[in-house]
């Protein structure tokens, strides 16, 4: 608590978070992090995912989060990967790269323009 006390003013304090420590709590500062989304889709079957990690790991980006979706009613299957600090000619030429067969590929910001880690 005597560090949150501290936080000499609104962002400082902003940047600090709680974190469990065996039963006590200490503070700790992060950094926000550009993060960017992107979601491919495909109709049942055709979503390779082994194919979107090697474009991933070829194109060495840094992934923080992924999920996978199947819409059984709408007939689709999607896989969304989040993405830090990756610059947009690479999230151009990955979307392009997974394009070019029968995935479809959105590119957009998460929920939240910045993580923490």
């Given amino acids: 608590m005597a560090l949150k006390a501290r936080a000499a003013n609104l962002n400082e304090a902003a940047t600090m978070i709680r974190v469990g420590l065996n039963g006590g709590a200490a503070y700790r500062r992060v ?3 550009n993060v960017k989304r992107l979601t491919i889709y495909a109709s049942p079957g055709p979503l390779r995912v082994i194919a979107v990690w090697k474009s991933l790991i070829e194109h060495q980006v840094q ?3 992924w999920s996978a979706h199947i819409n059984c009613a709408g ?3 999607s896989l969304s990967v989040d993405l830090v ?3 947009p ?3 151009a030429i990955i ?3 997974l394009s070019a067969g029968t995935m479809t590929v959105l590119m957009g910001d ?3 323009a910045s993580r923490h880690v």
Avoid: I, K, N
């Fill in 85 to 87: 600090d990756c610059p």
């Fill in 75 to 77: 007939g689709q299957e």
């Fill in 110 to 112: 998460t929920e939240s």
């Fill in 31 to 33: 950094e926000a992090v």
């Fill in 63 to 65: 992934v923080c989060g």
């Fill in 89 to 91: 000619d690479r999230l």
């Fill in 95 to 97: 979307s392009a790269a």
